[in-house]
């Protein structure tokens, strides 16, 4: 697996890094909506999906921006047969520090 990670344009590049493009690659399901939302969001002034950006606001750490965000992050996983993997991991610049979060997104919420 390689470390070298490739800018998107659009929703559509995310496909290419999933474990399965066909299977997963469809409205509903993480994969494809994690992708939209995070796409979407790249216009924002502070680069994340309105949802998340409001679970930093509704806690402690204020004035969420993203610095960095890896679609389709892999993980080596010894003795499991294959990489875990999740739809986006970020890491977030706070007022009380840098975050770092991974997950997917279920349907089209979140």
């Known amino acids: 697996m390689s ?3 490739i ?3 659009c929703s559509g590049d995310w496909r290419s890094r999933l474990g399965d493009p066909e299977k997963h690659w469809k409205r509903g399901y993480s994969a494809m909506e994690t992708a939209v939302s995070w796409e979407n969001a790249a216009h924002a002034p502070n680069g994340l999906p309105q949802q998340i950006a409001d679970l930093f606001q509704a ?3 204020k004035d969420p921006t993203l610095l960095l965000a890896v679609a ?11 990489d875990a993997q999740c739809d986006v ?10 975050v770092s979060l991974s997950g997917k997104q279920r349907g089209s919420g979140l």
Do not use: D, F, S
Not at 72 to 82: A, M, N
């Open 3 to 5: 470390l070298i990670h």
């Open 7 to 9: 800018a998107t344009r």
């Open 59 to 61: 806690g402690e750490m």
């Open 72 to 82: 389709e992050h892999k993980v080596p996983l010894e003795g499991k047969g294959g």
């Open 89 to 98: 991991w970020a890491l977030v610049g706070t007022n009380a520090g840098v």
